[in-house]
């Protein structure tokens, strides 16, 4: 199979970013007709100041910033003229323009939807409360105490008094129900996208971090799941050692979990968030999948990763209560990238889960880079880059010119112009899939670059437009490597 790496903020729309209006059905009927069958997205939920997917509030919400305003006017119960009044009164000192709008749709829904309309919603926070209850009254709370986080807040809320609880329950009732109808409309609108794409053979492909952040609604609500201190604290953070890329290594800031606490209750925790993860896509990447064999634990006064420890994790353990617990093959693929250790190997050799292999890393080091197409596993996913790496173009136009024909050797002497080469060379892989982010498609440079790992400011923010995306010769070329090589 094929497939196309495009996060749904990179669609194009009137809006902020991209969501799932249009523009993304668009997009399906796009990949239908390139004969590609999968859809990579990364985490859906929701972000932070840095607009980071794998930096979020919630290891199960869904990130409201992509729900489409057009999708919910097509609903028999909203006044869009009335919301078009509304546009000039907004003020970006109350938040983002989107959940001004969605709080004067949740108006509009109360006053005028249908019994059937109410009812789906209270079946969605039925279904959803194992965690929804914890997520909308934590939200609840950011907006009560201005959005500090939750160990910063009095301490009879942050320890979760029971008193104290039910109370801000009562209190917070009507914000609590607004959080509770914008992830119905979230999921609601992901899942008729999904639905659409399936019916076009479309799978979708998510991507699930490792760890989670600490002030999020997991750690506030289960903080024995977590190596967390009396004031709420982290004690130890998640990161990596130094290595060939960082002196210093580098210090995510994390919690990191209490893994006997995870077993004594079975791994609940881990089976409600692939529940979840399972709904919202048809495979799940793990990302840092080292982690659930062994994790760097760095003492969290520490202000880098330079001193730190590897402690181990119960990962045959967990993969095997998830697998326990869903009675099938689990679909998920394993972000294996990095320093990987045997122990790594074999846990995921044990689930039979592919790994990757990124062609951007294979033209370094000796012919057994095991990134080099002669040495790739069939159970395993190419990519031309990810996320995290530059695009093709821009990795290929900062090569040294020695660097350039090494790449063009490998190939023997072939000059197809890059991205195009690498695009054919993925395809052409023995790995079961080849994924290639929309950038490479549009032969796109370095400005179109998604992420630059360790930094901040001007990530996650490019987006595509149709203009520039040649639909017709990318959806030519597209579907011929897919024919060429029985993709």
Known sequence: MAGILLHITS???????????????????????????????????????????????????????????????????????????????????????????????????????????????????????????????????????????????????????????SALKEELSDEINFVNFVQYVFFKQWLSLKHYANERN?????????????????????????????????????????????????????????????????????????????????????????????????????????????????????????KNAFHHDLPLIAEDLGDITPAVIALKEQFN?????????AFGGNADNPYLPHNHEVNSVVYTGTHDNNTTLGWFSGLSNGEKALVYRYFGENHESIPELLIRCAFASVANLAIIPLQDCMSLGEKARMNVPGTLGNNWSWRFSWEDLDQPTVITQLRVLCQLYDR
Not at 126 to 153: I, M, P
Not at 353 to 361: D, S, W
Request: hydrophobic share 35%.
């Open 11 to 165: 669609l194009p729309g009137s809006e902020e970013n991209g969501d799932f209006g249009e523009s993304a059905f668009r997009f399906v009927d796009f990949l239908s007709d390139s004969g590609i069958k999968i859809w990579q997205v990364l985490p859906l939920g929701p972000t932070m100041s840095d607009n980071s997917p794998y930096q979020s509030i919630s290891a199960h919400a869904g990130n409201t910033e992509l729900i489409s305003l057009d999708e919910i006017c097509k609903s028999d119960w909203i006044d869009c003229d009335f919301l078009k009044t509304k546009l000039g009164s907004l003020d970006v000192r109350l938040g983002s323009r989107k959940n001004q709008l969605l709080k004067i749709i949740f108006e509009q829904y109360k006053d005028q939807s249908t019994n059937d309309d109410k009812e789906q919603l209270e079946t969605f926070v039925e279904d959803n409360d194992y965690w929804l209850a914890d997520y909308s009254l934590f939200v609840a709370c950011k907006t009560k105490y201005h959005q500090r986080g939750w160990a910063d807040w009095p301490e009879d809320v942050a320890k979760r008094n029971t008193e104290t609880i």
């Open 202 to 322: 479309i799978q979708i492909f998510g991507d699930l971090p490792l760890f989670v952040s600490h002030d999020s609604a997991d750690v506030w609500a289960n903080p024995h799941l977590f190596k967390i201190d009396e004031r709420g604290q982290p004690k130890f953070v998640a990161g990596v050692p130094p290595d060939y890329f960082s002196e210093t290594g580098q210090r995510w800031g994390n919690p990191v979990y209490d893994w006997p606490a995870h077993e004594a209750t079975g791994f609940s925790w881990w089976i409600e968030r692939m529940k979840t993860q399972f709904i919202l896509f048809d495979y799940v990447r793990i990302d840092h999948f080292r982690g659930l064999e062994s994790y760097w634990e760095i003492p969290a006064e520490e202000e880098t990763a330079l001193i730190g420890l590897w402690c181990s994790a119960p990962g045959e353990k967990m993969l095997n209560a998830v």
């Open 353 to 361: 889960l592919p790994g990757m292999k990124i062609l951007q890393f």
